[in-house]
């Protein structure tokens, strides 16, 4: 088992920036893969930013991609989400989780999830 607690999430102005943080816990070996997913309201999840505990190039939405980082500190076991130059449309619950495929951007290769801290991007 895994467990995966998300914390950072807030109420922005756009432009603001928020960092989202995500300790693991529990079996993490094996689950080497860590991303970031948002689901807004009405609908469906959408694949943010990935990365891996050894390393490698982080991939990330073209939505977020030049606005968000994501990095991680391994001897923390946690993963972040740097957001900067926030939207209004990047108001979402965001969830972590850890999958064993590096860099999948497929919900269904995920096999743990947190859960979620809202973020909530106002205009």
């Known amino acids: 088992q895994v467990q995966l607690v998300e914390s950072g999430g807030g109420l922005v102005q756009a432009g603001g920036s928020l960092r989202l943080s995500c300790a693991a816990s529990?079996?993490?070996?094996?689950?080497?893969?860590m991303g970031w997913f948002r689901q807004a309201p009405g609908k469906g999840g959408e694949f943010v930013a990935a990365t891996g505990w050894s390393g490698g190039t982080p991939s990330y939405a073209d939505s977020v991609k030049g606005r968000f980082s994501i990095s991680r500190d391994n001897a923390k076991r946690t993963v972040y989400l740097q957001m900067n130059s926030l939207k209004p449309e990047d108001t979402a619950v965001y969830y972590c989780?850890?999958?064993?495929?590096?860099?999948?951007?497929?919900?269904?290769?995920?096999?743990?999830w947190g859960q979620g801290t809202q973020v909530t991007v106002s205009s």
């Open positions: 529990g079996r993490t070996f094996g689950y080497g893969a």
């Open positions: 989780a850890a999958g064993r495929f590096y860099g999948s951007r497929r919900e269904d290769q995920y096999g743990y």
